[in-house]
């Protein structure tokens, strides 16, 4: 598995009156956009693809005005795990089966929409996992840190926040830290709260508890620093996923939110990333 490097600061995109801006600043022009298409391997997103470097060009990743990823929500975090540090806005297209983190797939005037698409800056999660060979690997998530029992036997961890510990062992399948931006993903299958875009927290969720069997998280502001420690892990072994990427046997893992690098995902007027989070609460 290869996990993230370590990412340096980039510069926080900024927005112009009338408009979304790319990495220099400059405000986006349906007239003068260069789009960067990528897609996944699937059929549907490679047709999607193809029509749209037909109708439109495309222009590398390094040229290029705005990421354009065509495929589903899985596809659009790997973009943005590999380029989310070129302080480029992503549009994304829907090819896949949610597309939550997705655009509407019309192929009519993409330039016209990203010109007028609603902007979410979000910030993704570093995960640093010390394993039972004490290696350490560190990887980058954009919906959540999640710790799994790896066997038919339940987990048992510690958690401390901010190096004090708060609950001295949980017993359960599992725990996660979430965003905002992923609190509708698994969080919200956990049963853990749904979080406003905006909002300056994260989502500390158990996945299945045991003891404490009412304990139902906890809110925590987004400056915190979670360390997750296996308690008997030869007995009761956990692995730790950063979205997708996974690292087996842990014995300590520190999950933060990452202030140095900040991601700019574009969605069109009226279906704004806040707007489908809060609509999400209402939809049952």
């Given at each position: 598995m290869a996990l993230d490097k370590d990412q340096a600061a980039e510069p926080t995109i900024t927005r112009k009156p009338?408009?979304?801006?790319?990495a220099s600043g400059e405000t986006l022009s349906a007239k003068t956009l260069k789009m960067g298409f990528l897609g996944h391997d699937r059929p549907a997103a490679q047709e999607t693809l193809a029509e749209l470097k037909d109708r439109y060009?495309?222009?590398s990743i390094e040229e290029c005005d705005v990421i354009v990823p065509v495929g589903g929500d899985?596809?659009?975090l790997d973009v943005l795990r590999a380029h989310g540090d070129l302080g480029k806005p992503f549009y994304g297209v829907n090819r896949g089966t949610v597309g939550f983190m997705m655009?509407?797939?019309r192929l009519e005037e993409l330039p016209e929409r990203i010109e007028d698409a609603e902007a979410a800056e979000i910030y993704p999660l570093l995960m640093t996992a010390t394993t039972m060979e004490?290696?350490?690997?560190?990887?980058?998530?954009?919906n959540e840190i999640s710790l799994f029992r790896e066997t038919r036997q339940s987990a048992r961890i510690r958690i401390s926040v901010n190096g004090k510990v708060r609950m001295e062992s949980l017993t359960c399948d599992g725990v996660l830290l979430a965003t905002p931006a992923g609190s509708t993903a698994y969080n919200l299958s956990a049963h853990g709260p749904i979080l406003p875009i905006s909002a300056q927290m994260l989502a500390?969720?158990?996945i299945s508890a045991f003891r404490p069997r009412r304990w139902r998280g906890a809110l925590l502001p987004r400056d915190a620093v979670v360390m997750f420690e296996t308690l008997e892990s030869d007995k009761r072994p956990v692995s730790a996923v950063a979205d997708n990427q996974e690292v087996r046997d842990v014995v300590k893992v520190e999950a933060r939110e990452n202030r140095d690098i900040s991601?700019?995902?574009l969605f069109d007027r009226g279906q704004s990333l806040e707007e489908r989070i809060l609509r999400e609460q209402f939809d049952y």
């Open positions: 009338g408009g979304n801006a790319n060009g495309n222009y899985g596809y659009m655009n509407d797939a004490g290696n350490t690997a560190r990887a980058t998530a954009i500390l969720t158990p991601m700019t995902l």
